[in-house]
């Protein structure tokens, strides 16, 4: 492979790199010079939940029917035994199960 | 007037001990950890990225989402315009991270500045869930966050190689639910995390706005409008006792 075969996929990584670490010290940054009154204290306290619902709700509707039932074996695993693996491979079990059954 | 927050001076600690039960609190999440990352590996290997480079871009990156949707877009000549729009598309799946650091920082700004600059550097969903949870049911020790992120740095880096080899297994992520590891994952820890008083409103805001957004814009963007709504609903309509 030649120099200039590398450089470019290289750079490309490196650039996406930066990018992230910008995005992972951007948010920290800000909150640590902008005052923490009581209304940002209950919404950065309710954020960690509201990122979640705002990814989970929309890739579930894009997923299908399979995605659902997905969640719902995750759900109900971990309601019923805590266990966040359990969780995961309930859910994970129920999808491919779905899929190969031919479900959307 | 408010009382000042209990929390608002005591200094965080970041132990040893608290990075061991973050490695542990982790342990759950390797199945999911280790496909995605054979996934992204596999991914790399369709685009023709040497194992080198697979190995540098999930050491450096170290997020599975924009790897993959990077890789989708991977270009065969690399001009400035083809780098500045796979920078650009990295910053919007991975702008998440910077709701996640924004809310860490009153926690982790009280911990020691090393370590916890250390844990942002790592910072992903994971760790991020993990840590949250953990500090979400009365923990301090910074350590956890830290500890969390580094254990599944290494595992995610590692991971990445038998799926750069084995990319011709893997080719069919839907099939293996890969696609879902991310969600299934989320709405496991969520259990964990849902208080009634104070998500009831804040948590059908955010899937409202995420899924009309999801509708409206190309993207993750979802995500950002989502969190943004759901978290400012919770900052408005907070308790006032």
């Not at chain 2, 409103?201 to 999801?214: C, D, E």
Request: contains cysteine.
């Amino acid at each position: 492979m030649t120099a200039t075969e590398w450089a470019g996929p290289v750079t490309a990584i490196l650039a996406m790199a930066a990018a992230t670490y910008a995005v992972r010290f951007a948010g920290y940054w800000i909150m640590s010079r902008v005052p923490l009154t009581p209304f940002l204290r209950a919404a950065l306290e309710a954020l960690p939940g509201a990122i979640i619902v705002a990814t989970v709700v929309p890739l579930a509707m894009r997923g299908g029917l399979s995605a659902w039932i997905g969640i719902a074996a995750a759900t109900l695993a971990m309601v019923a035994v805590r266990k966040d693996i359990a969780a995961l491979a309930a859910g994970m079990g129920a999808v491919m199960a779905a899929r190969a059954l031919g479900l959307p | 007037m408010h009382a000042p927050h209990p929390d608002a001076a005591r200094p965080v600690p970041c132990t040893v001990a608290g990075m061991v039960e973050g490695a542990r609190l982790s342990v759950p999440m390797l199945p999911g950890v280790l496909v995605f990352a054979a996934a992204v590996g596999a991914a790399s290997a369709e685009k023709g990225l040497t194992l080198g480079q697979a190995v540098l871009m999930s050491f450096t990156v170290y997020a599975g989402a924009s790897q993959l949707l990077a890789l989708q877009l991977w270009p065969e000549v690399f001009s400035l315009a083809a780098i500045a729009a796979l920078a650009a598309v990295t910053t919007a799946v991975n702008l998440r991270f910077l709701l996640m650091g924004a809310a860490l920082q009153p926690w982790l700004s009280r911990g020691p500045t090393g370590p916890v600059h250390l844990g942002l550097a790592g910072l992903t969903d994971a760790n991020f869930v993990i840590g949250s949870r953990y500090h979400a049911q009365g923990g301090q020790d910074a350590g956890v966050f830290v500890g969390a992120g580094l254990f599944m740095w290494i595992i995610w880096t590692l991971a990445t190689i038998p799926g750069h080899a084995l990319g011709h297994l893997l080719t069919d992520p839907r099939r293996f639910a890969i696609d879902m590891v991310m969600p299934l994952t989320f709405t496991a820890m969520s259990i964990g995390l849902f208080r009634l008083r104070r998500d009831r409103l804040a948590w059908p805001v955010a899937a409202g706005a995420a899924v009309i957004t999801a509708h409206l814009v190309a993207g993750y963007w979802f995500i950002i409008a989502g969190a943004v709504a759901g978290s400012l609903a919770a900052g408005a309509f907070r308790d006032r006792d």
